[in-house]
Nanobody
Framework: QVHVVESGGGLVQAGGSLRLSCAAS????????MGWHRQAPGKQRELVAA???????MYADSVKARFTISRDNAKNTVHLQMNGLKPEDTAVYYC?????????WGQGTQVTVSS
């Protein structure tokens, strides 16, 4: 059973920065993809940024040029550096780790951006 834990959320003013971290443990096989989704109140969960199985990155259009995802494969960790935060980035951010064909999710970390 893969266990995923996020950290680094909090309250920040518009224009500020936060760095989220995610660690996956307990995998019996290679973690072949990791990334971040978010869910704002009353909205559907959406992809923010992720590493695909092939190693490339993908970003939501709304965060391109502001957010950067990075990873440490040896430690099964990913980070999300968020700069130029906007009130519309307020959401619960969820990390996932993919082992074989199954995604494992963390409990989420709250990011609140005040205007």
């Amino acid at each position: 059973q893969v266990h995923v834990v996020e950290s680094g959320g909090g309250l920040v003013q518009a224009g500020g920065s936060l760095r989220l971290s995610c660690a996956a443990s307990g995998s019996a096989f290679t973690i072949n993809a990791m990334g971040w989704h978010r869910q704002a109140p009353g909205k559907q969960r959406e992809l923010v940024a992720a590493f695909t199985r092939g190693g490339s990155t993908m970003y939501a259009d709304s965060v391109k040029a502001r957010f950067t995802i990075s990873r440490d494969n040896a430690k099964n960790t990913v980070h999300l550096q968020m700069n130029g935060l906007k009130p519309e980035d307020t959401a619960v951010y969820y990390c996932y780790a993919r082992e074989l064909w199954r995604d494992y999710w963390g409990q989420g970390t709250q990011v609140t951006v005040s205007s």
